[in-house]
């Protein structure tokens, strides 16, 4: 291959189609067609129609815990969540996340304080978090990055010596472990994802999960403007609901979850394969022990040993219409409103801002073939074979510009 063979130089995109990162996985049209008939005959739209109930059910049974609580987005459940809880001045976050994370504490009325994360976890270790409490924390939340456990026991231990809410953000979580335990079950409570590029696809979508009734109660009355002679007082309100057609998604992406697990598996174990002796292009693992849902590839990318920054080689593969993700870059001490509150000035955040200059996500999901998998790490060696012709073009053209 040639310099102007790359797209970025003039030749022919690797892919007539974009390949996306964690691109829909939908369910069979004709179960689909099926499931929003029902809702059409049934007339029932919305409010805690059966579709919803249905899925809070087998959402509940397939992670085993007390209480699934879906609402209309994970965002919604984060704030939810949080407000309910009765989480007020300071909440620790990570500023390695999704920015909807933090938004979320924002939107519920309470002070973000970032935290840096550990570099091997990727989320914040026990030493870290404590350095960030005063006497205004009232809770932690933390983001099971990649369907990772944020929880350990030293984190609850913490939690609990000073009286902190801790909650989780398991919106990439969903049938992921700790110790052989499904994510969904740890703190008070924990918030999950049905976005379109979730594994269980909702559209949107988004769902609670806790084990304490007494939050349940609270959670599903925030979510809903009506008052029922059921809900604990003193609750603000939303509209958070979820939508009959939201849980027709849901429930039929669910069915499939372990047939979609199996294929993303492939599709991770293809990437490692064939990346494993390309220099500087480094694939991140997940541990053997625990169960993953294998929705994010992750590369770090290593520009003095490939020659190329992640940056870089970003733009070269969305010019071939490959189209990566930079998950969770820049971190959110970066980001306004949260680059210049009073909390996070004069702090650093090394460990984020180093995985945020290297991290990438590679196509995935169900558009995504192993053929194809073969095709983009092809390309990406013939890219990085070129990298020290692509550097010197652009280096002699930032020279004319
Ligand atoms: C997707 C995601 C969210 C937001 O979920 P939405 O359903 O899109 O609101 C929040 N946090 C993390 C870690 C996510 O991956």
Known sequence: ?????????????????????????????????????????????????PL??????????????????????????????????????????????????????????????????HSQTQTPTARQVEACITRRTTGVLLTHVWGQSAYSDDIQKLADAYALNLIFDACQAIGCTHLGHQLGNFGKAEAFSFHATKIVNATEGGCIT??????????????????????????????????????????????EFEQNLTANHDRYTAYCRELSALPGIVVGVYSDSEVNNYQYVNVYIEAEVCGLTRDELFDLLAAENIICRRHFSPGMHRIPP????????????????????????????????????????????EIIALAPEIRAYHQSHQCLG
């Open 52 to 117: 919803v109930n249905q899925l809070e059910q087998e959402f509940a049974k397939a992670l085993g815990v007390r209480h699934a609580i879906c609402v209309s987005n994970g965002t919604s459940a984060l704030m939810i969540m949080c407000r309910a809880l009765g989480m007020r001045g300071e909440v620790i976050v990570p500023a390695f996340t999704f920015p909807a994370t933090v938004q979320a504490l924002t939107w519920a009325g309470v002070t973000p304080v970032l935290c840096d994360v």
């Open 210 to 255: 806790t084990n304490d009734d007494h939050f349940a109660r609270c959670f599903r009355a925030a979510r809903s403007f009506h008052e029922t002679p059921d809900d604990p007082p003193g609750i603000l309100r939303m509209n958070g609901k979820m939508s009959e057609a939201q849980a027709a998604f849901a429930l039929l992406t669910l069915e």
């Open 338 to 381: 949260y680059d210049s509150m009073p909390q996070q000035i004069g702090r650093t955040f090394p460990v984020t801002d180093r995985l945020c200059e290297r991290i990438m996500q590679l196509p995935n999901g169900q558009q995504v073939s192993i053929e194809d998998v073969t095709r983009i790490c092809g390309l990406l060696s």
């Open 1 to 49: 291959m040639r310099l102007q063979d790359l797209a970025a130089f003039g030749g022919q995109p690797l892919f007539s189609e974009l390949k996306h990162t964690a691109q829909m996985n939908l369910p069979e049209w004709s179960k689909l067609k099926n499931t929003l008939r029902g809702i059409v005959e049934r007339s029932y739209f919305t409010n805690h129609g």
